[in-house]
């Protein structure tokens, strides 16, 4: 079986519960990541995260 995990604020992987749960129940599986402007417009985003986005 094939499994789809959407990563949305939190890019993790060691300790994703979610993820470790899919990994679980599936075969494979595909990651997803959507770049919201949300996400890297605000004052609070580090340079580091952006540099790791891009």
Do not use: T, Y
Request: charged share 30%.
């Amino acid at each position: 079986m094939r499994g789809l995990h959407w990563f949305r604020n939190d890019l993790r992987l060691k300790d994703n519960r979610a993820l470790g749960d899919l990994f679980q129940a599936v075969d494979e599986w595909c990651g997803l990541f959507v770049l919201e402007p949300r996400l890297i417009d605000v004052p609070s985003v580090s340079q580091k995260r952006l540099s790791f986005l891009f």
